[in-house]
């Protein structure tokens, strides 16, 4: 069974139906005692880092995913959820992440060129970095999945597993050991997001 983070932020419902499309069973909870008993964990998050990282801790949510996370349970962190990963934050202040990638967050407007759009919405192709990640096994490189956001993960690269080229090449997917994150929207991403979605539940 997988758990999806309910922390108050995030296309919950959306990611729920995903899994349902690829026979996985995936329960919406804010229950740290389902996430202690569940296979698998998934971090959403849309909106601010700051309010977000907060809602997380207040609730006492962010311990429990830091706790099964360095167990060795698999999590994957989903655009926000991506970006709370990692160690700190520069998107209104900084702000401290869960830490559990290296790296930090900043915006996108520091790195494309003036002119191009933020935030960045729209379908990228994917840019796989080093060996073939074990959530890539049923995608090519260069397929496209669907992305929405203003800030990226920097100082990153030795965890970066995708990119993407938006005026410059952005942090697409990280990973590290049994945590995945992926910036963009796999639950968005048609049958491309929903083959990354089925690799991570078969991950064993």
């Given at each position: 069974?997988?758990?999806?983070?309910?922390?108050?932020?995030?296309?919950?419902?959306?990611?729920?139906?995903?899994?349902?499309?690829?026979?996985?069973?995936?329960?919406?909870?804010?229950?740290?005692?389902?996430?202690?008993?569940?296979?698998?964990?998934?971090?959403p998050?849309?909106?601010?880092?700051?309010?977000?990282?907060?809602?997380?801790?207040?609730?006492?949510?962010?311990?429990?995913?830091?706790?099964?996370?360095?167990?060795?349970?698999?999590l994957?962190?989903?655009?926000?959820?991506?970006?709370?990963?990692?160690?700190?934050?520069?998107e209104?202040?900084?702000?401290?992440?869960?830490g559990?990638?290296?790296?930090?967050?900043?915006p996108?407007?520091?790195?494309?060129?003036?002119?191009?759009?933020?935030?960045?919405?729209?379908?990228?192709?994917?840019?796989?970095r080093?060996?073939?990640?074990?959530i890539?096994?049923?995608?090519?490189?260069?397929?496209?999945?669907?992305?929405?956001?203003?800030?990226?993960?920097?100082?990153?690269?030795?965890?970066?597993?995708?990119?993407?080229?938006?005026?410059?090449?952005?942090?697409?997917a990280?990973?590290?050991?049994?945590?995945?994150?992926?910036?963009?929207?796999?639950?968005?991403?048609?049958?491309v997001?929903?083959?990354?979605l089925?690799?991570f539940?078969?991950?064993?």
């Open positions: 069974m997988i758990a999806i983070v309910d922390y108050g932020v995030g296309n919950l419902f959306s990611l729920k139906s995903s899994f349902a499309a690829i026979g996985a069973e995936a329960v919406v909870t804010s229950d740290p005692r389902v996430l202690r008993d569940a296979q698998k964990i998934i971090l998050g849309v909106g601010a880092f700051g309010d977000a990282a907060e809602k997380l801790r207040s609730s006492g949510l962010a311990d429990t995913v830091i706790s099964e996370a360095k167990k060795g349970k698999y994957m962190g989903i655009c926000l959820g991506m970006q709370m990963l990692l160690e700190k934050s520069f209104y202040g900084e702000h401290c992440g869960l559990l990638i290296g790296g930090e967050i900043r996108i407007s520091e790195t494309i060129p003036a002119g191009l759009k933020i935030p960045h919405i729209g379908w990228n192709p994917l840019i796989f080093g060996e073939k990640s074990p890539f096994k049923y995608i090519n490189d260069g397929d496209c999945v669907y992305f929405v956001h203003s800030y990226h993960g920097t100082n990153c690269e030795e965890n970066t597993i995708a990119t993407t080229e938006y005026g410059a090449i952005l942090t697409a990280v990973a590290r050991d049994n945590v995945f994150g992926c910036q963009f929207h796999p639950e968005k991403s048609g049958e997001g929903l083959s990354i089925r690799a539940n078969e991950l064993r």
